[in-house]
């Protein structure tokens, strides 16, 4: 089973993929693999080809790309056209080595992968807590993070195909007992099968 950790930057998914861990589930965060992929050199090589400018001394200069992207849409989703089938690739890889596998993936739409999911998870937090949390997180101005929320699937589509919506601006408890229940159900219900 793959279940889909989603919704915008700044929600908290972390929270969500953290607590699932702790409670000893098989995790995955689709940012990791994206800083995986900034190391491989034909990723490197792809991004330099692509995005002139962007790489620096063999390296991807993330702050350069991400002015780059968050300034011109049409280069935003060519670098999506880029790094996405790459990370669903490495999704369905490691789906097939466990029987549950939770998946934090911010761009559940954009990147044309709902359907591989058996579930969605959806997180959604205020405008103004997201905004705080990446103005912090990122050490960015709250015109680029503003940017970069703005540039997102509206909140309402995720809500409208999720199976389970946190919010999380409650309580940490009461979110961490909600995982928690249902974190239960699923691997008693994935043991039976």
Do not use: C
């Amino acid at each position: 089973m793959l279940i889909a950790i989603t919704g915008g930057i700044g929600v908290g998914k972390s929270t969500i993929i953290d607590e699932l861990k702790k409670l000893g589930a098989n995790t995955i965060k689709t940012d990791e693999i994206n800083k995986e992929l900034l190391l491989q050199p034909h990723y490197i090589e792809k991004i330099n080809a692509e995005f002139p400018g962007v790489v620096e001394k063999g390296q991807i200069n993330k702050k350069k790309l991400k002015k780059l992207i968050f300034n011109d849409e049409s280069m935003r989703l060519k670098l999506n056209s880029i790094a996405h089938p790459l990370i669903l690739e490495k999704i369905i890889d490691e789906n097939k080595k466990h029987d549950l596998l939770f998946v934090e993936i911010p761009l559940l739409y954009e990147s044309n992968s709902k359907d591989i999911f058996d579930q969605v998870w959806f997180v959604k937090s205020k405008y103004e807590n997201r905004l705080d949390r990446i103005m912090k997180r990122d050490n960015i101005s709250s015109s680029l993070a503003s940017k970069i929320i703005l540039s997102q699937e509206k909140e309402s589509n995720y809500e409208n195909i999720a199976d389970y919506v946190f919010d999380n601006d409650k309580d940490i408890t009461y979110i961490q007992s909600s995982i928690k229940q249902l974190w239960e159900q699923l691997s008693s219900k994935n043991n039976q099968t």
